[in-house]
């Protein structure tokens, strides 16, 4: 796959403001990975602001590490729903998930906040 290095951060600082960064060594792109779940009404509205929020990074990104460099959001609905064409954004994904393994990760999240609260 040629993965050279896997970062991830949920600081809020200047230059690490993303979830996930993976840098493929042979392809020399860096795809700053972005996952949020949020309310079901919201997802659009996020999934469109989400690159917009990164450009800066993603610029410093490019020119520290030299490779070309991509924000691809995953953003699920708290009962598990995506945005139409999510199928592109799994694609860049090392590992090529199916939109069903988010699904199943943020509803069993759910279930667990719901039985903390409730619990």
């Not at 996020?46 to 995953?74: C, F, G, Q």
């Amino acid at each position: 796959m040629g993965l050279t290095s896997y970062h991830r951060s949920n600081s809020t600082s200047t230059l690490i403001r993303y979830n996930t960064a993976c840098k493929k060594k042979k392809k020399k792109i860096c795809l700053l990975i972005d996952i949020a779940t949020l309310h079901d009404s919201n997802v659009n509205t996020k999934e469109a602001e989400k690159p917009n929020k990164y450009k800066d990074l993603e610029i410093k990104v490019s020119r520290k590490w030299t490779v070309r460099t991509k924000i691809v959001p995953v953003i699920a609905g708290s009962l598990g729903t995506f945005k139409k064409g999510i199928d592109q954004n799994l694609q860049l994904l090392p590992g090529n998930p199916s939109a069903t393994e988010p699904q199943k990760i943020v509803q069993i999240n759910t279930a667990h906040i719901i039985h903390k609260v409730l619990g």
